[in-house]
């Protein structure tokens, strides 16, 4: 019997362009910490995130910074 571990990746704010496009996108720290939390109760290990800027949209260099979100 093969007993491999496997890891479930989840990329909640990926590919989706807006909430306009998709209303439940996470965008604000909150938001992202709360699905996230979310993802590691329904299984995933490890999240890959988009960085967006203030307006939601897709960034690749950031200048800003994020006070961590605890629960």
Do not use: F, W
């Amino acid at each position: 019997m093969n007993h491999a571990k496997i890891g479930i990746i989840v990329a909640p704010n990926g590919a989706t362009k807006s909430k306009q496009t998709h209303g439940a996108l996470p965008i604000t720290p909150t938001e992202i910490a709360q699905t996230v939390d979310e993802c590691r109760l329904e299984g995933a290990t490890m999240v890959h995130l988009h960085a967006r800027d203030a307006l939601g949209l897709i960034r690749l260099r950031l200048k800003i910074t994020y006070e961590p979100t605890t629960r």
